[in-house]
């Protein structure tokens, strides 16, 4: 993954059609890496993967860029659509949710952003 994102990030809004079919190649062969590590966790009914990065959408968007660059010279690239996370919102998050039970993380993470977000717009309103 990390060689794919550094040439999307490197290549701008169109990828050459080799580009396109390379992180194609590379985004399936995660998607399939990351549900065989899922596979395993729940057989061993250890959750692993308690927060999930939309599998389905991002196997069109590589099955899509490995069936475009077969018919044309450049490729849409698909971080013209996407949406980047503030580094500082991650941080947060994280502090909020990694000691937490992972079956949790997603309440949990909410409940204590929610509660930070309140602090921040209204002060200390612990008393209320």
Same mark, same amino acid.
């Given at each position: 993954?990390?060689?794919?994102?550094?040439?999307?990030? *490197?290549?701008?809004? +169109?990828?050459?059609? %080799? /580009?396109?079919?390379? $992180?194609? %190649? +590379?985004?399936?062969?995660?998607? *399939? =890496? /990351?549900?065989?590590? =899922?596979?395993?966790?729940?057989?061993?009914?250890?959750?692993?993967?308690?927060?999930?990065?939309?599998?389905?959408?991002?196997?069109?968007?590589?099955?899509?860029?490995?069936? +475009?660059? /077969? &018919?044309?010279? +450049?490729?849409?690239?698909?971080? $013209?659509?996407? &949406?980047?996370?503030?580094? #500082?919102? @991650?941080? $947060?998050? !994280?502090?909020? #949710?990694?000691? @937490? !039970?992972?079956?949790?993380?997603?309440?949990?993470?909410?409940?204590?952003?929610?509660? !930070?977000? *309140?602090?921040?717009?209204?002060?200390?309103?612990?008393? %209320?």
């Amino acid at each position: 993954m990390n060689a794919l994102f550094r040439l999307l990030y *490197r290549s701008g809004a +169109w990828l050459r059609a %080799d /580009e396109a079919c390379q $992180v194609g %190649d +590379w985004g399936l062969t995660f998607l *399939r =890496a /990351e549900n065989r590590c =899922a596979e395993i966790s729940l057989a061993m009914s250890q959750p692993r993967f308690p927060l999930h990065a939309k599998p389905h959408m991002l196997y069109h968007t590589f099955k899509f860029l490995k069936k +475009w660059s /077969e &018919t044309h010279q +450049w490729c849409e690239s698909p971080l $013209v659509d996407a &949406t980047q996370i503030d580094e #500082s919102f @991650v941080g $947060v998050i !994280s502090r909020f #949710s990694r000691r @937490v !039970s992972p079956r949790a993380t997603i309440d949990r993470t909410y409940d204590l952003y929610m509660a !930070s977000l *309140r602090h921040q717009l209204l002060g200390d309103a612990k008393n %209320d």
